[in-house]
């Protein structure tokens, strides 16, 4: 289904932005030119990205980095 008719932007367009990290309808504007000229576009556009946001599989919570449990190690020996 077209969203923005304007720039020729599909549901599917805007899913795959989502999973290519886009989080809000400036994003979208950004990468797919959604809502960028009539603007008629924009509510719907924000409801397709409230729905790929729900349905969009989150990323894993970044590891912590390597060194963090010497520095902890270095404090508690240090005292
Ligand atoms: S329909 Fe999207 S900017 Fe006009």
Redesign the pocket.
Known sequence: MY?????A?TERQIDQAVRAGATSLRHLRHQL??????????RC?QDCLRVALCESPRPAPAAPPAHAGSSLSFALEAS
Do not use: E, F, K, Y
């Open positions: 969203v923005c008719v304007c720039n932007v030119g959604v809502s960028a000229d009539c603007g008629r576009c924009a556009a």
